[in-house]
C-alpha cells in the first residue's frame, strides 16, 4: 500500500528560528512529489513539484529537496505568516492518483 | 477571479437529505478530482474524472455519486445525506494534456455540516 508520512505533526517556532518538515514515501516508482501548503479552512496551494532524487526547488523562505526516501522542507528565517499546514502528496507510476499524508502543522511566533 | 470555484461554500443540511455540490474551473484543465478533509485524516479522494466520458470512484466513493457535465464542470451528490459526511469537500483540477506536470490545484473547499 501506498503510503505517504509526515513529520512531525506539529511544529512551533520562534520568528527567524530555521527549521526542516519530512515527508517520507514508499521507495520505489516515485513518479513526483508535491508539497502544498494550506491555510485554516482554505483549500491546499501548490508549492512545489520535485521529480528526482538531487532535486531542489525554492520559493522565497522555503526549499523542498528530495532524496530517494523522503522530503525535506526548509523554512529559513520564518515569519508569523508563513503559519499554516503544509501538505506532502506522492504520484507513483502505475497509479493515477496522489497519495496525501496527514501534515505538518507549523506555527512561527512573533 | 479564482481558477476553480465550488458552490455552496457552506451547507447545513439535514440526515436523509440529497445534496449537490458544484464545481467549475477555467484552467483548461481535463483531469478533475473530488476530495473530503476530516481531522487527523487527512485528504482522501472520493471520485476522479479523466474526461467527460471517464468517471473512476476513488477510496471512499460509498454514499457519494457524481457527473461531469462537461470538461470544466464536475458536480459531487450525496444522495442520502448522513451525519458522518460531515466534513470539508474540495474540488481540485490537473493537466495532463501534453507533458505536463501533474500537479493538482484546489478550490477554495466546501464545509459541510449534516445534523
Known amino acids: 500500500e501506498d503510503q505517504v508520512t509526515q513529520s512531525p505533526e506539529a511544529l512551533r517556532l520562534q520568528e527567524g528560528e530555521s527549521s526542516s518538515l519530512n515527508c517520507s514515501y514508499t521507495?520505489?516508482?516515485?513518479?513526483?512529489l508535491f508539497w502544498y501548503r494550506q491555510d485554516p479552512g482554505k483549500g491546499p496551494e501548490f508549492l512545489f513539484t520535485?521529480?528526482?532524487a538531487g532535486e531542489e526547488k525554492e520559493k522565497e523562505r522555503l526549499k523542498a529537496t528530495l532524496t530517494k526516501k523522503e522530503s525535506f522542507l526548509h523554512i529559513t528565517a520564518p515569519k508569523p505568516e508563513d503559519s499554516a499546514t503544509y501538505l506532502c502528496?506522492?504520484?507513483?507510476?502505475?497509479?493515477?492518483?496522489?497519495?496525501f499524508g496527514t501534515g505538518t502543522r507549523l506555527t512561527i511566533i512573533p | 477571479d479564482a481558477d476553480v470555484t465550488q458552490t455552496p461554500r457552506n451547507r447545513i443540511t439535514k440526515t436523509g437529505k440529497r445534496i449537490m455540490l458544484e464545481c467549475s474551473q477555467t484552467?483548461?484543465?481535463?483531469?478533475m478530482y473530488w476530495y473530503r478533509q476530516d481531522p487527523g485524516l487527512g485528504l482522501r479522494l472520493i471520485y476522479y474524472?479523466?474526461?467527460?466520458?471517464?468517471?473512476n470512484k476513488g477510496e471512499i466513493s460509498d454514499g457519494y455519486s457524481v457527473s461531469r457535465q462537461a470538461q470544466a464542470k464536475f458536480s459531487l451528490s450525496l444522495e442520502s445525506a448522513i451525519p458522518n459526511q460531515t466534513a470539508l469537500y474540495f474540488c481540485?483540477?490537473?493537466?495532463?494534456?501534453?507533458?505536463?506536470?501533474?500537479?493538482?490545484?484546489f478550490g477554495p473547499g466546501t464545509r459541510l455540516t449534516v445534523t
Open positions: 521507495v520505489s516508482g516515485l513518479r513526483g
Open positions: 502528496a506522492v504520484l507513483y507510476f502505475g497509479n493515477e492518483k496522489l497519495t
Open positions: 520535485l521529480y528526482s
Open positions: 474524472s479523466f474526461d467527460v466520458k471517464d468517471i
Open positions: 484552467k483548461g484543465h481535463d483531469r
Open positions: 481540485a483540477t490537473s493537466d495532463h494534456q501534453g507533458g505536463s506536470s501533474y500537479e493538482q490545484y
